[in-house]
């Protein structure tokens, strides 16, 4: 495509903007690339009270461990901590949540968008309301009760809270995302003598794919980086990755293996970082379909 | 759509919601307005040959049963909301009676644990949302300036802070500025005081806290603003150029008006995240000089005696504040679309 006239800046600004741009992503990118380098160091290295250089070169790390890359902090973390077992939990979590709210989402989300009654848009407030309050809040509300209904503690029971909180985002989503299709094709279904739910399952849902892809990837997000409800609704066996590496801080920091936490920090951001990587699009497909309509 | 398959359709999805939302919600209501049961306590007397003493004894089995019977505990009306840890209505009084100035009156003010985790919280939100709008702004300007090819992987590299777990990316940001770390060493060099520390100065912990809120928000409003420069109308820019506009007189009356919209939208969405603050607070170990509502009700859940009612009470305060922070947008979406949808 050639430049357009209107796009045409002057070099002032051009030079200003790309700068601009450097530091930006400087700003977003360093923080990481830090992090993942410094978790391969020994403790006295990435916390370096004489040179923060020695993070880059581990003078330390080679005097202890005679290579200048250790990989001590990922087998203390995954090993001896056992933080598979938090990974494991997180990806029984993560897979569970998506699944059950996109089949919940994609039923609600259809009937609200071909309804033409007025308590759909009622509902759609609601689910407004019910998005903006911070999951803390339920959180409080749950514990009485589930420690009452010995509910406590256990994974199905933060995968089933997971998926009501995860609700109302997803049928905002699926919503938009169903009115985006023309009434016309499973009503043309309809005519032809099937029923709703046949329209739906036969005409529907071989189209709805790409909404429903873009949808999954926020609710893999909010599932994945949840801390609130799996730290307080979880016991200890059970936990998923987050709160576990909040109690690392809590209990491995006094011993001095801080490394644990910074290696499985480095663990957790890896999947995301691969999830952005291939869904880049979708992504950014999502984040705007709201606000370009709204 | 007919009602009855609506209602089927929209079942599972209502049920979700209702049994772990709505009722949640009537949940802490309840268990706001009941405190705990106390001990129950028995007074003995022991007699001997030198004469009777009284002492108290807990019971503890008959503690245990009335626990058992009345989980919910004793019913104490409004008394948790007004105590110390909420509204402080006899501490505010007080204060209002013998500060002598209303700056003394703040301070003491905000002394109190609700009133302190409210000012952060507001301070936070009213602080990052627009920052982190203006930043993602110009970044997506800056991105719109640069050829094709480059704009993929900068999306790419910008996405990041945003889709990191807020607890991660926080705790990443964390490790650096400790005083050993690198942005630690660069705050300390630039200061010039060798024992500078960010987590011993409460206006530094809460400069980085809104540092790290404007890092992992920008990249929501740079999205949506490159989509939106992405829908620019063209025609409209040119026709502009032709009738003389100047570059600056083009973004003011082109495009800023066509982003204006999504600019409404963004700032809804980043109010209600920035309100509920929470992980960085964590990461940053942050409690002892900022407290945010949602930090609040979560170090009252946690620890070793978990304050139920405490917890419920605040909570009920926050729900009561998203509705009041949402409700110009609640009053518009229903002028907009209530009376249409009918």
């Excluded at chain 1, 938009?176 to 009434?183: G, M, Q």
């Excluded at chain 2, 505010?92 to 609700?114: K, W």
């Amino acid at each position: 495509m050639t430049t357009r006239i209107a796009d045409r800046r002057p070099p002032a600004l051009l030079i200003a903007l790309n700068g601009f741009l450097v530091v930006w992503l400087v700003i977003a990118a360093f923080p990481f690339l830090w992090t993942f380098w410094g978790s391969f160091k020994v403790e006295g290295d990435f916390f370096s009270k004489a040179d923060w250089m020695n993070a880059i070169t581990g003078p330390l790390t080679t005097a202890e461990t005679g290579s200048s890359f250790t990989a001590t902090g990922y087998v203390g973390a995954w090993v001896q901590e056992e933080f598979w077992r938090a990974a494991l939990n997180s990806a029984i979590v993560v897979v569970s949540v998506v699944c059950i709210s996109l089949t919940f989402g994609t039923l609600g989300g259809y009937a609200l968008a071909r309804s033409s009654y007025r308590y759909a848009f009622w509902l759609l407030l609601v689910a407004l309301v019910f998005r903006a309050m911070p999951p803390v809040t339920l959180v409080s509300g749950y514990l009485l009760p589930f420690f009452e209904w010995n509910l406590w503690g256990h994974l199905p029971t933060a995968i089933i809270v997971l998926v009501a909180i995860n609700q109302p985002f997803t049928l905002w989503m699926l919503t938009s995302f169903f009115r985006n299709i023309p009434k016309d094709l499973d009503e043309s279904a309809m005519v032809d003598g099937c029923s709703r739910f046949q329209a739906f399952r036969y005409v529907i849902i071989p189209v709805m794919w790409p909404g429903v892809i873009t949808t999954g990837l926020f609710s893999f997000l909010l599932a994945y980086n949840d801390f609130a409800v799996t730290a307080m609704l979880l016991s200890k066996e059970n936990q998923t990755m987050i709160p576990k590496i909040a109690s690392f801080l809590g209990t491995t920091q006094t011993k001095g293996n801080v490394m644990f936490a910074v290696s499985s920090v480095v663990s957790v951001t890896a999947p995301l970082f691969v999830l952005v990587m291939f869904f880049q699009r979708q992504i950014v497909s999502g984040l705007t379909a709201g606000a370009v309509k709204g | 759509m007919k009602h009855r398959t609506f209602f089927w359709f929209f079942l599972p999805s209502a049920a979700a919601m209702f049994l772990f939302i709505a009722l949640p919600i009537v949940s802490v209501l309840m268990q706001s307005v009941f405190a705990p049961h106390q001990q129950v306590v028995r007074e003995v007397e022991n007699c001997s040959v030198f004469g009777c003493t009284k002492t108290t004894t807990v019971d503890l089995a008959a503690t245990a049963a009335l626990r058992e019977a009345e989980p919910l505990g004793r019913f104490v009306g409004g008394s948790i909301y007004t105590d110390r840890n909420h509204l402080a209505f006899s501490e505010v009084a007080v204060l209002a009676s013998t500060a002598d100035g209303i700056s003394t009156f703040l301070d003491g003010l905000l002394n109190l644990p609700f009133y302190g985790a409210l000012l952060f919280t507001l301070t936070y939100t009213l602080v990052v949302t627009p920052l982190s709008i203006l930043l993602g702004f110009v970044v997506a300007l800056a991105v719109n300036a640069v050829p094709r090819f480059l704009r993929g992987p900068m999306i790419f590299v910008s996405l990041l802070p945003m889709i990191i777990t807020p607890l991660v990316g926080a705790l990443i940001l964390f490790w650096m500025v400790d005083a050993r770390g690198v942005l630690g060493a660069l705050i300390q060099s630039l200061a010039g005081d060798p024992n500078l520390s960010v987590k011993a100065s409460t206006p530094l912990m809460w400069a980085m806290l809104m540092v790290y809120g404007i890092w992992s928000s920008a990249p929501f409003a740079f999205v949506v603003y490159y989509a939106g420069l992405q829908t620019v109308p063209q025609d409209t820019l040119e026709s502009a150029m032709i009738d003389g506009a100047s570059r600056w007189e083009r973004i003011r009356y082109v495009i800023v008006p066509h982003l204006l919209p999504l600019t409404t939208f963004m700032a809804l969405i980043k109010i209600m995240d920035n309100f509920r603050v929470f992980e960085p607070i964590v990461s940053f170990n942050a409690s002892a000089h900022a407290q945010s509502l949602s930090y609040f009700i979560y170090s009252d859940l946690g620890g070793e005696t978990r304050l139920l009612s405490s917890a419920a009470a605040t909570s009920v305060l926050t729900i009561l504040g998203v509705v009041v922070l949402l409700s110009p947008v609640l009053v518009r979406t229903w002028k907009t679309y209530g009376r249409g949808a009918a």
